[in-house]
C-alpha cells in the first residue's frame, strides 16, 4: 500500500536511477540474489516455510525458510524495505565486528522510506519478530567471497533483539529503542566487502512494496555472484524458477505474469527498465528483463589512489570511502585522515578505528579539532609518567554550545545525539536506559546537541565510564521523585 508521505513525494519527484558512478550505498551480494524476503505484499497465513533447488555452478543448491506462524509467516512485503534499512543503518555506523546495532524505531522507518504513523510501528513489531524467528538455511548456496567458494549457512536475518515499549505496552512507538545483532554470516560477508552497488533513493522513491522488492531482487541478479562488480545488460530466467525466487506463492504461469505485471510497468515507467519480454508457453516460459539505458557501463577496475587505498588500510569499505571521496572531496578527505592519524599516534585508543575515522572525516562541528588532539596528546601523557604534586592538572575542555541547526526538527535532533550516545556507551547503559534517556533529550534535559559533543569528548579523554555513570544519576534521581509524587 503507498503511504501519503510517500505519495506526496513522488508527486514532487519521479527520481530517476542513478549512473552506475553516483551509487553510494551498498547491499550483501548474497541476500541482494538469494531473494530472502517474499516479493508479495500479503501472503496466505499457511504461507510458513518454502525451499528452493537450484544449480549453482552446474552443482545442486538449495534455499529454505521456516518461519513462526504467530508472526504471520515468511518474511514477505514491507520487510525486505526494513532489512534494506537495518544493512544500511549498520554499514553507516562503521560495520562493527560483533554486528551489534544500536537505533530506533523511528530511525527504521526513515531510513527505510516508510511512514511515521502508529500502523507503521506496529507492522516494524512484526517485522523485526519475523525477522528474529524465520530461519534460513542456504546449502552449497552461500558465497564466502574470501575463499572464493560456496558455502552451507544456517541463519536468522536478525539473531539477537531488545527494544522499550511505551507505558509499559509490547509494541513499538516513535520513543523506542533497539539493540539488535544482524546475523553472523551477513556480517562477516559484509565486511568482507562481498556487496553490489545499491540505488537507496531510487528504491526508497518506488510507490509499492512489491515494485521495491523485485528491484532489489532484479538489481541483484545483473551482478554475476562470482564477482559483483560487473554490471550485465539484460537478464534472462525461466518463469517459474523466477517465481521461485520471488516466492510468488501460486505459480500458475498466467497468475505469476499477473503478479509481476503492476512492478514491471513502473520500473518501466521510472526508467529502470526497458523491456520485458516473455518466450515459449508453460512452465518452459522463459522471462527476459532488458535494463535501460543508465549512463556508460563501470570502467574496468584500477588500482585504487593512494587516499583510498589509505583509507581501505584501516578497513574502512570500499563503498563507504568512495562515497567519502565523492561528497568531500580528495583535500578534506585527506586533511582529517592527518588528523584522524595525529589522535592515534598522540595514544587515542579506538575500539573501531575505521568507524573512528569516517567520523573524523564527517564532522561538521570541530568535534575533532585540534584542541581536541591536544587534550589527548596531554591525556596520554599523564598516564605515560607517574604525576608529581607540582605537576598542574590536566586541563578538561570546556563542553561548548553547540549552534542549533535551525533546519533539524526535534525529532532528528534528539535522534542524532541517540546516536552518538548509544554508539560509544554501547552497554553501559541497557535498552530501558537508552529509552528513559531519549525522553529526557525531549524535554531538552540535557540538550541533545550538547549531550552529543560531551560524549565524544568523554571519549577522546577516557571518560566514558564517568559519563554513564552520571547519565544513570540522572535517570535514577527522576525515578525517585516520580515514585515520590506517586
Same mark, same amino acid.
Given at each position: 500500500?503507498?503511504?501519503?508521505?510517500? =505519495?506526496?513525494?513522488?508527486?514532487?519527484?519521479?527520481?530517476?536511477?542513478?549512473?552506475?558512478?553516483? /551509487?553510494?550505498?551498498?547491499?550483501?551480494? +548474497?541476500?541482494?540474489?538469494?531473494?530472502?524476503?517474499?516479493?508479495?505484499?500479503?501472503?496466505?497465513?499457511?504461507?510458513?516455510?518454502?525451499?528452493?533447488?537450484? $544449480?549453482?555452478?552446474?552443482?545442486?543448491?538449495?534455499?529454505?525458510?521456516?518461519?513462526?506462524?504467530?508472526?504471520?509467516?515468511?518474511?514477505?512485503?514491507?520487510?525486505?524495505? %526494513?532489512?534494506?534499512?537495518?544493512?544500511?543503518?549498520? %554499514?553507516?555506523?562503521?560495520?562493527? @565486528?560483533?554486528?551489534? #546495532? &544500536?537505533?530506533?524505531?523511528?530511525?527504521?522507518?526513515?531510513?527505510?522510506?516508510?511512514?511515521?504513523?502508529?500502523?507503521?510501528?506496529? +507492522?516494524?513489531?512484526?517485522?523485526?519478530?519475523?525477522?528474529?524467528?524465520?530461519?534460513?538455511?542456504?546449502?552449497?548456496?552461500?558465497?564466502?567471497?574470501?575463499?572464493?567458494?560456496?558455502? *552451507?549457512?544456517?541463519? +536468522?536475518?536478525? @539473531?539477537?533483539?531488545?527494544?522499550?515499549?511505551?507505558?509499559?505496552?509490547?509494541?513499538?512507538?516513535?520513543?523506542?529503542?533497539?539493540?539488535?545483532?544482524?546475523?553472523?554470516?551477513?556480517?562477516?560477508?559484509?565486511?568482507?566487502?562481498?556487496?553490489?552497488?545499491?540505488?537507496?533513493?531510487?528504491?526508497?522513491?518506488?510507490?509499492?512494496?512489491?515494485?521495491?522488492?523485485?528491484?532489489?531482487?532484479?538489481?541483484?541478479?545483473?551482478?554475476?555472484?562470482?564477482?559483483?562488480?560487473?554490471?550485465?545488460?539484460?537478464? *534472462?530466467?525461466?518463469?517459474?524458477?523466477?517465481?521461485?525466487?520471488?516466492?510468488?506463492?501460486?505459480?500458475?504461469?498466467?497468475?505469476?505474469?499477473? *503478479?509481476?505485471?503492476?512492478?514491471?510497468?513502473?520500473?518501466?515507467?521510472?526508467?529502470?527498465?526497458?523491456?520485458?519480454?516473455?518466450?515459449?508457453?508453460?512452465?518452459?516460459?522463459?522471462?527476459?528483463?532488458?535494463?535501460?539505458?543508465?549512463?556508460? $557501463?563501470?570502467?574496468?577496475?584500477?588500482?585504487?589512489?593512494?587516499?583510498?587505498?589509505?583509507?581501505?588500510?584501516?578497513?574502512?569499505?570500499?563503498? /563507504?570511502?568512495?562515497?567519502?571521496? &565523492?561528497?568531500?572531496?580528495?583535500?578534506?578527505?585527506?586533511?582529517?585522515?592527518?588528523?584522524?592519524?595525529?589522535?592515534?599516534?598522540?595514544?587515542?585508543?579506538?575500539? +573501531? %578505528?575505521?568507524?573512528?575515522?569516517?567520523?573524523?572525516?564527517?564532522?561538521?562541528?570541530?568535534?575533532?579539532?585540534?584542541? /581536541?588532539? $591536544?587534550?589527548?596528546?596531554?591525556?596520554?601523557?599523564?598516564?605515560?609518567?607517574?604525576?608529581?604534586?607540582?605537576?598542574?592538572?590536566?586541563?578538561?575542555?570546556?563542553?561548548?554550545? @553547540?549552534?542549533?541547526?535551525?533546519?533539524?526538527?526535534?525529532?532528528?535532533?534528539?535522534?542524532?545525539?541517540?546516536?552518538?550516545? =548509544?554508539?560509544?556507551?554501547?552497554?553501559?547503559?541497557?535498552?530501558?536506559?537508552?529509552?528513559?534517556?531519549?525522553? &529526557?533529550?525531549?524535554?531538552?534535559?540535557?540538550?541533545?546537541?550538547?549531550?552529543?559533543?560531551?560524549?565524544?569528548?568523554?571519549?577522546?579523554?577516557?571518560?566514558?565510564?564517568? #559519563?554513564?555513570?552520571?547519565?544513570?544519576?540522572?535517570? =535514577?534521581?527522576?525515578?525517585?521523585?516520580?515514585?515520590?509524587?506517586?
Amino acid at each position: 500500500m503507498t503511504t501519503p508521505k510517500r =505519495q506526496a513525494n513522488n508527486r514532487l519527484s519521479k527520481l530517476p536511477p542513478s549512473l552506475p558512478q553516483e /551509487v553510494r550505498r551498498i547491499d550483501e551480494a +548474497n541476500v541482494g540474489r538469494l531473494g530472502l524476503i517474499s516479493i508479495q505484499e500479503r501472503i496466505p497465513e499457511s504461507f510458513t516455510s518454502w525451499t528452493v533447488d537450484f $544449480e549453482v555452478d552446474g552443482r545442486p543448491a538449495r534455499l529454505s525458510c521456516d518461519a513462526v506462524p504467530k508472526y504471520g509467516g515468511v518474511p514477505h512485503g514491507l520487510d525486505g524495505d %526494513v532489512a534494506t534499512a537495518l544493512m544500511d543503518l549498520y %554499514v553507516e555506523s562503521g560495520c562493527p @565486528e560483533d554486528g551489534v #546495532l &544500536h537505533t530506533t524505531a523511528y530511525q527504521i522507518l526513515k531510513r527505510a522510506g516508510l511512514g511515521d504513523s502508529g500502523r507503521y510501528y506496529q +507492522n516494524l513489531r512484526q517485522t523485526l519478530f519475523r525477522l528474529r524467528t524465520a530461519t534460513y538455511s542456504a546449502s552449497e548456496a552461500w558465497r564466502d567471497h574470501r575463499q572464493r567458494k560456496w558455502t *552451507t549457512v544456517t541463519f +536468522n536475518y536478525i @539473531e539477537a533483539l531488545e527494544f522499550t515499549s511505551p507505558d509499559g505496552e509490547l509494541g513499538l512507538s516513535r520513543t523506542s529503542t533497539l539493540k539488535l545483532r544482524l546475523a553472523e554470516s551477513i556480517v562477516r560477508s559484509i565486511r568482507a566487502q562481498y556487496t553490489k552497488p545499491l540505488d537507496l533513493e531510487f528504491l526508497t522513491s518506488l510507490d509499492r512494496p512489491l515494485t521495491r522488492a523485485l528491484y532489489r531482487l532484479l538489481d541483484a541478479r545483473r551482478y554475476p555472484p562470482e564477482d559483483p562488480r560487473e554490471r550485465l545488460p539484460s537478464y *534472462t530466467v525461466n518463469l517459474i524458477a523466477w517465481a521461485d525466487a520471488c516466492k510468488i506463492v501460486d505459480q500458475r504461469s498466467n497468475k505469476i505474469r499477473a *503478479t509481476l505485471q503492476g512492478a514491471h510497468e513502473e520500473l518501466i515507467e521510472r526508467g529502470y527498465l526497458a523491456d520485458v519480454a516473455y518466450d515459449g508457453r508453460g512452465q518452459k516460459q522463459e522471462i527476459t528483463y532488458l535494463f535501460a539505458d543508465t549512463g556508460p $557501463e563501470p570502467q574496468p577496475l584500477t588500482p585504487p589512489s593512494a587516499l583510498l587505498q589509505d583509507l581501505l588500510n584501516y578497513r574502512v569499505a570500499l563503498s /563507504v570511502s568512495e562515497r567519502l571521496l &565523492h561528497e568531500y572531496g580528495d583535500d578534506h578527505v585527506a586533511a582529517r585522515l592527518a588528523r584522524f592519524q595525529r589522535l592515534l599516534e598522540q595514544g587515542y585508543k579506538a575500539r +573501531n %578505528v575505521s568507524a573512528l575515522l569516517v567520523d573524523v572525516i564527517r564532522d561538521t562541528e570541530g568535534k575533532y579539532d585540534d584542541q /581536541v588532539v $591536544e587534550a589527548v596528546a596531554v591525556k596520554s601523557s599523564s598516564r605515560a609518567r607517574p604525576s608529581r604534586p607540582s605537576d598542574p592538572a590536566p586541563l578538561l575542555l570546556p563542553v561548548a554550545e @553547540e549552534d542549533p541547526d535551525h533546519n533539524a526538527s526535534l525529532e532528528e535532533r534528539v535522534d542524532a545525539a541517540m546516536k552518538t550516545v =548509544q554508539f560509544l556507551l554501547r552497554e553501559r547503559l541497557s535498552v530501558t536506559e537508552y529509552a528513559r534517556l531519549r525522553m &529526557h533529550l525531549i524535554v531538552g534535559n540535557p540538550d541533545p546537541q550538547v549531550l552529543g559533543r560531551r560524549a565524544l569528548k568523554a571519549k577522546m579523554e577516557g571518560q566514558l565510564d564517568s #559519563l554513564a555513570t552520571e547519565l544513570l544519576a540522572v535517570l =535514577q534521581q527522576e525515578a525517585s521523585a516520580i515514585a515520590r509524587q506517586a
